[in-house]
T-cell receptor
Framework: GDSVTQMEGPVTLSEEAFLTINCTYTATGYPSLFWYVQYPGEGLQLLLKATKADDKGSNKGFEATYRKETTSFHLEKGSVQVSDSAVYFCAPPLEYGNKLVFGAGTILRVKS | DAGVIQSPRHEVTEMGQEVTLRCKPISGHNSLFWYRQTMMRGLELLIYFNNNVPIDDSGMPEDRFSAKMPNASFSTLKIQPSEPRDSAVYFC??????????????FGDGTRLSIL
């Protein structure tokens, strides 16, 4: 079945550093892909999405490009802030019978 | 717009007691999901409904757990009897459509459950 592999954390960066969190997927088709963010004490929020191959999703300075040739959807941000400290989840769509909805999540810690 | 609403936000109870968690999905969404999140296991899908019908409950850990969706605007997750290992944060999420992969899930703020 379809699955997603996400970079293990925690990732610790200094403020204004460049961020990359890797995510690769296997899928029989070309599904939409999503990145969610979970801030401490809160539920998951949609960060960005890409609905087809070569599509780029962006929000709050974060970007991810749906790369068909490498089956990847890496999350990037040029300059992280302390407020970006959170857990980030790469997610494939939920399909009937597919119990894997989210990867393990990557903890990001940004130090000032 | 109102998001997914969960209640209670926090629940502390003694083992053996019945616990009922509640969820109101976003109006118009026809898929609803219950998750459990712990440090050890991460985010686990327990059960999901489509048009109020349970589609897959294979993630429900054991018979002590049950979930219902009597109508499109309300769902419950019940644990009876509760045990300390059930302590976790329980999330409800809703989505427009099921097989429409362009639609993201919308999460509530969760219920933090502590079983003493």
């Amino acid at each position: 079945g379809d699955s997603v592999t996400q970079m293990e954390g925690p990732v610790t960066l200094s403020e204004e550093a460049f961020l990359t969190i890797n995510c690769t997927y296997t899928a029989t088709g070309y599904p939409s892909l999503f990145w969610y963010v979970q801030y401490p004490g809160e539920g998951l929020q949609l960060l960005l999405k890409a609905t087809k191959a070569d599509d780029k999703g962006s929000n709050k300075g974060f970007e991810a490009t749906y790369r068909k040739e490498t089956t990847s959807f890496h999350l990037e941000k040029g300059s992280v802030q302390v407020s970006d400290s959170a857990v980030y989840f790469c997610a494939p769509p939920l399909e009937y019978g597919n119990k894997l909805v989210f990867g393990a999540g990557t903890i990001l810690r940004v130090k000032s | 717009d109102a998001g997914v609403i969960q209640s209670p936000r926090h629940e502390v109870t003694e083992m053996g007691q019945e616990v009922t968690l509640r969820c109101k999905p976003i109006s118009g969404h026809n898929s609803l999901f219950w998750y459990r999140q712990t440090m050890m296991r991460g985010l686990e899908l327990l059960i999901y409904f489509n048009n109020n019908v349970p589609i897959d409950d294979s993630g429900m850990p054991e018979d002590r757990f049950s979930a219902k969706m009597p109508n499109a605007s309300f769902s419950t997750l019940k644990i009876q009897p509760s045990e300390p290992r059930d302590s976790a944060v329980y999330f409800c999420a809703s989505r427009l459509g099921l097989k429409d992969s362009n639609q993201p899930q919308h999460f509530g703020d969760g219920t933090r459950l502590s079983i003493l």
